[in-house]
C-alpha cells in the first residue's frame, strides 16, 4: 500500500483545511487508516484512526475532539481529515498510516509522507 497525503498549507487562526490520505496497491476498504502529526521538537502524535470495515472513527486526543472529523470514501480510496478552527499549536507535519484492520492500532503497516500544516497570522 502506497500512501500519498496532501492539503497542508498556510492558514490562519481559526481557519480550516482538509487534508486527503489517498491509498494506492490495495483498497483501501480493509485498512483503518490513522492521522498522526509531529510538531517541530515535539514527539509524533495520533490524531485520530478509522476503521476499515466500518467506518468507526476513533479519537485518542480529547483535545481535538470536535474540532478535527475523520472520514472516508472507499471509492475514492481516501481518507480525509477535515480540521477547523485551527490554532497555531496545530502547526505540524501531518502524516497518514495504514493498518490491515481497525482501530485502535498500535502499530501501522505502511506510511505515507508528510503535508506540512502552518497557522500563523
Same mark, same amino acid.
Given at each position: 500500500?502506497?500512501?500519498? =497525503?496532501? +492539503?497542508?498549507?498556510?492558514?490562519? #487562526? %481559526?481557519?480550516?483545511?482538509?487534508?486527503?490520505?489517498?491509498? &494506492? /496497491? *490495495?483498497?483501501?476498504?480493509?485498512? =483503518?487508516? +490513522?492521522?498522526?502529526?509531529?510538531? #517541530? %521538537?515535539?514527539?509524533?502524535?495520533?490524531?485520530?484512526?478509522? &476503521? /476499515? *470495515?466500518?467506518?468507526?472513527?476513533?479519537?485518542?486526543?480529547?483535545?481535538?475532539?470536535?474540532?478535527?472529523?475523520?472520514?472516508?470514501?472507499?471509492?475514492?480510496?481516501?481518507?480525509?481529515?477535515?480540521?477547523?478552527?485551527?490554532?497555531?499549536?496545530?502547526?505540524?507535519?501531518?502524516?497518514?498510516?495504514?493498518?490491515?484492520?481497525?482501530?485502535?492500532?498500535?502499530?501501522?503497516?505502511?506510511?505515507?509522507?508528510?503535508?506540512?500544516?502552518?497557522?500563523?497570522?
Amino acid at each position: 500500500v502506497q500512501l500519498q =497525503a496532501s +492539503g497542508g498549507g498556510l492558514v490562519q #487562526p %481559526g481557519g480550516s483545511l482538509s487534508l486527503s490520505c489517498v491509498a &494506492s /496497491g *490495495s483498497l483501501l476498504n480493509y485498512y =483503518a487508516i +490513522g492521522w498522526f502529526r509531529q510538531a #517541530p %521538537g515535539k514527539e509524533r502524535e495520533e490524531i485520530s484512526c478509522i &476503521s /476499515g *470495515s466500518d467506518g468507526r472513527p476513533y479519537y485518542p486526543l480529547d483535545s481535538l475532539k470536535g474540532r478535527f472529523t475523520i472520514s472516508r470514501d472507499n471509492a475514492e480510496n481516501t481518507v480525509y481529515l477535515q480540521m477547523n478552527n485551527l490554532k497555531p499549536e496545530d502547526t505540524a507535519v501531518y502524516y497518514c498510516a495504514a493498518y490491515l484492520g481497525n482501530c485502535p492500532v498500535h502499530d501501522y503497516d505502511y506510511w505515507g509522507q508528510g503535508t506540512l500544516v502552518t497557522v500563523s497570522s
